[in-house]
């Protein structure tokens, strides 16, 4: 079944720690984007890609960072620069970076400090 | 920046009543979406409706945009127990092609 997997479902940083989300996706799409969730509030862009080895800052860049080196695999490093990064990372697809392309969602990745 | 701002944040009815949500923006869309999020799992997408629409259905969805009033409704008719989700609206406005969600509505479904 074609989908979006994101792994692992829950992951615990370390003061001080990088840790790395991952995303693979098997839909054949362009563009890949990684949203976070804070309890009570929409869903915030943090970093997108149009396409491989590609990839734009969104609206909460700062102590992120991201790869794009294949197509189906979009992965997010959460790193000691990002201060306050409890929250709910949702990574999702599109068939092209278009302005009426629905969002495929993967299930999540809840990441807590330790 | 752009957001919606869903109305009510939280609405609980019971089995085979209907529920309304509402979401209203600040400045010129081209499209509106909504999302159907379970808890602690990703977001589904609903339906689509184009600055130049004014009503889509899909299934018992029905979903309508004004955009003199810069707002949208989503129509959910005879709920179900398996409606009871959180439901996101999200717009892209001007050249920016970038989805911005609101804050979303609980709803709950009694049996």
Known sequence: ?114 | SQQGEEDPQALSIQEGENATMNCSYKTSINNLQWYRQNSGRGLVHLILIRSNEREKHSGRLRVTLDTSKKSSSLLITASRAADTASYFCAMTTGANSKLTFGKGITLSVRP
């Open chain 1, 1 to 114: 079944d074609g989908g979006i997997t994101q792994s692992p479902k829950y992951l615990f940083r370390k003061e001080g720690q990088n840790v790395t989300l991952s995303c693979e996706q098997n839909l054949n799409h362009d563009a890949m984007y990684w949203y976070r969730q804070d309890p009570g509030q929409g869903l915030r862009l943090i970093y997108y890609s149009q396409i491989v080895n590609d990839f734009q800052k969104g609206d909460i860049a700062e102590g992120y960072s991201v790869s794009r080196e294949k197509k189906e695999s979009f992965p997010l490093t959460v790193t000691s620069a990002q201060k306050n990064p409890t929250a709910f990372y949702l990574c999702a697809s599109t068939r092209q970076h278009r302005l009426d392309e629905k969002l495929f969602f993967g299930s999540g990745t809840q990441l807590s400090v330790l």
